[in-house]
């Protein structure tokens, strides 16, 4: 009787230390899983930031003087003029957001394509954001209303952007777990927002 | 259950849940760098936005509003700091004049809140890792940029971002 008894405890405690260990592992895989798409989602955002704010910080390189260097001013695009391949020739590069059917296959709805174009050539993608917005200051630190126009231009001294990148795979939670609302998947998110974006080249 | 047998079913009780508790404590741990990383993204963002506007910003008062190339540094201020009236960044028209200012922003995109003090020095033009009491051609701006709110977790250390910026006189010809 007792030897029953004995086995008896015994599978109940192996149970619950199992169903412990077995817990313990599903953790970890979501944590594993979490942390891996925040570092991967911090790294891309920094690897676009510097690429973008790069060539941003070089409008207006090779042009005389006084001359307008940018050409449009809008929420989520920019055109300006830029000496890009540093031949002599002044180039115009465009930066505009892309749809989100661009990146319909992903699992985020919302990432979509930054897309970056050197005069009338055929554009690259060089970002996935979900959130990208540029403002635009003066020389005295006032925001001019966007998009801008006409002789506005002339006045933009300071660009704000701010971008924010997500991890295109979903984390995905329990429907209970889903607040009325909310997304039905964990995305990590990290975000930036330079405040004071200003090309040496507007301080001659 | 003889009492070998429980002492040795304790122990392994003892050794399971030691395991158990470093696996827990390890992926608190990585949670917390990886949302201290976080936290460095959005201050080296904030960090950066004041250089920009330090770069945007005169040498000295004395260079401010003159075209007059200077010949010596002893025409320029000292200390550094504000001239009267300056008080914030609307005010401010030199390098030097962030020196002790201290300014709280909320980062882009979340409610974190990060304090940044500036200190603004001379330093040595052969060695702009020494700061020197004296006048020079040479100022550097030093900026810690830390996080205020959300306060830290009781098991969480709040990192200080140290970043640093030298701003040297020219004149144009």
Redesign the interface.
């Known amino acids: 009787m007792t030897a029953v008894l004995d086995a008896l405890i015994s599978i109940l405690l192996g149970g619950m230390l199992l169903l412990n260990v077995l817990g313990a592992q599903d953790v970890v895989a979501e944590d594993s899983s979490m942390y891996q798409g925040d570092v991967l989602v911090q790294e891309m955002l920094i690897t676009q930031v510097q690429y973008i704010e790069g060539e941003f910080r070089n409008m207006g390189y090779g042009l005389p003087p006084g001359r307008q260097t940018i050409l449009a001013a809008g929420d989520s695009s920019i055109s300006f003029l830029t000496d890009i391949d540093r031949n002599g020739v002044i180039d115009t590069l465009t930066y505009s957001l892309g749809p989100t059917s661009e990146l319909s296959a992903t699992q985020n709805e919302m990432d979509r394509y930054i897309h970056r174009q050197v005069n009338s050539e055929p554009f690259t993608s060089p970002a996935v954001v979900t959130f990208f917005h540029l403002q635009y200051l003066t020389a005295t630190g006032d925001t001019l209303p966007g998009p801008v126009t006409g002789s506005d231009l002339s006045r933009i001294r300071e660009v704000e952007l701010s971008m924010e990148v997500q991890n295109p795979y979903a984390l995905y939670r329990p429907q209970g777990m889903v607040v009325p609302g909310e997304r039905n998947a964990l995305y990590s998110t990290s975000y930036w927002q330079q405040t004071r974006l200003a090309s040496q080249n507007f301080r001659r | 259950?003889s009492t070998g047998q429980t002492l040795l079913?304790i122990g392994a009780f003892i050794l399971?849940t030691t395991i158990?508790h470093g696996?827990?404590s390890s992926?608190g741990s990585?949670?917390t760098d990886?949302s201290g990383?976080?936290d460095g993204?959005?201050a080296t963002?904030i960090a950066?936005?004041?250089i920009?506007?330090a770069?945007?910003l005169a040498f000295d008062q004395a260079t401010d509003t003159s075209d007059v190339a200077l010949t010596s540094p002893t025409s320029l201020t000292y200390p550094p700091g504000p001239e009267p009236g300056e008080t914030g960044?609307?005010s401010f028209n030199d390098f030097d004049d962030l020196n002790g200012f201290s300014d709280e922003k909320t980062?882009?995109?979340?409610a974190r809140k990060y304090r940044t003090l500036f200190t603004v020095s001379y330093v040595d033009s052969t060695d702009v890792s020494n700061t020197v009491t004296h006048k020079t051609y040479l100022k550097r701006l030093d900026m810690k940029t830390w996080r205020t709110f959300p306060a830290p977790g009781t098991d969480e250390f709040i990192d200080t971002l140290r970043t640093s910026i030298v701003m040297g006189y020219f004149h144009f010809f």
């Open positions: 259950m079913t399971l158990l696996v827990y992926i990585i949670g990886i990383g976080q993204i959005l963002t950066t936005s004041y920009e506007y770069n945007g960044f609307d980062a882009g995109g979340s």
